[in-house]
């Protein structure tokens, strides 16, 4: 039975000024830790207690090796990252305070990931017992040669009947919306899983809309954004998360599934923010944990929302909550109140 979750994408070097909130140009000291969407969306998975195997490329140093020990200590399969010359991508982040919003600065040209060939042999071996597919926007956004694996891969994928989970994810740092739209064109009629919200669709496809302050002005026009790449497109769900910012702060969070033409809400969470990063993942997760239990769409909403708002409660990109944890964040009756 195929139950494998495999994903394609850099894994970086997360550095942070130690003191939250402070600006790199203030800090004498730096956080070290790794992230990247693919591998945050597989690390929640995992800790979930689902199977997952992460493809990628990291360098023969201390650098590479403590990224893999990061992946193995949530029970990632790391046999298909390759180990090669070069450079680890980096990333730095200034989390924001009030009305300061985060900043992440990348560093990440010419890493070994972006120059790593993946040979057919590996998505062959791999997409022989894989169920999904998890790939994302960023990663094409960093090479061709990211581009030309992904569509590779996608290829054998479709062929050993896997499905393709697709975060749109678009980062104005590393390409610009034509450049997105041109290659995303050539994979989106294989994508069966669509996640995204309503920037990534506008900045994509061009969904217009006028900026609201309320978090059901949001949802209708996530309902719209949806119907309008619908419109376009054929998927089995679509996915999208919701967030009302009222400052960099205080957040209202919530999604929304769309699936055999049915609309689904599931409730929404009034935040204060620890750590802005993360938090889209840790809702893709949810929802591939919801798909690969056979729970119902209303369920897989609920758990996808809880898992989007209580990863924001802590710092990194990892949402180290186990199910019952999130369950219990997600019910009626839970306010916060001290455990003993």
Not at 201 to 226: C, M, P, R, W
Request: charge should be negative.
């Amino acid at each position: 039975m195929k139950n494998t979750t495999v994903a394609y994408g850099e894994i970086l070097l997360r550095l942070t000024p130690s003191t939250h909130g402070d600006l790199i140009d203030q800090s004498s000291s730096l956080n070290i830790s790794f992230a990247g969407a693919e591998s945050n969306i597989l690390s929640n998975l995992s800790n979930l207690g689902h199977n997952a195997t992460m493809i990628s490329s990291l360098p023969n140093n201390s650098l590479g090796k403590s990224a893999i020990r990061f992946l193995r200590s949530f029970g990632l399969n790391t046999d298909f990252i390759e180990i090669n010359q070069g450079r680890i991508g980096t990333f730095f982040i200034e989390h924001g305070v009030s009305s300061r919003g985060s900043q992440v600065i990348y560093d990440r040209i010419d890493s070994c990931f972006s120059k790593t060939k993946i040979n057919e042999s590996v998505w062959s071996t791999i997409f022989n017992n894989s169920k999904y597919f998890v790939i994302t926007g960023v990663t094409p956004a960093l090479s061709k040669n990211c581009q030309n694996n992904m569509l590779n891969a996608i290829k054998i994928a479709k062929s050993n009947n896997v499905k393709i989970v697709f975060d749109l994810n678009f980062r104005r740092n590393l390409w610009k919306p034509n450049e997105a739209l041109e290659f995303i064109s050539k994979i989106i009629n294989d994508v069966d899983v669509l996640i995204g919200n309503i920037g990534s669709v506008s900045d994509i496809f061009g969904f217009k809309y006028n900026k609201v302050n309320s978090f059901s002005d949001l949802e209708k026009i996530t309902y719209d954004a949806s119907e309008f790449i619908s419109d376009k497109y054929s998927f089995d769900l679509i996915a999208m998360t919701i967030r009302n910012q009222i400052n960099a702060t205080q957040n209202q969070l919530g999604g929304l599934i769309k699936i055999e033409d049915e609309y689904l809400y599931g409730k929404s969470y009034e935040m204060q923010i620890i750590d802005r990063l993360g938090g889209g993942d840790a809702f893709v997760s949810g929802i591939l944990h919801g798909l690969l239990n056979n729970q119902k769409p209303q369920e897989i909403i609920n758990f996808s929302n809880a898992c989007f708002a209580i990863t924001q409660t802590i710092n990194g990109d990892i949402n180290y909550f186990e199910e019952r944890d999130i369950m219990e964040f997600s019910s009626d009756n839970y306010f916060g109140h001290i455990k003993r």
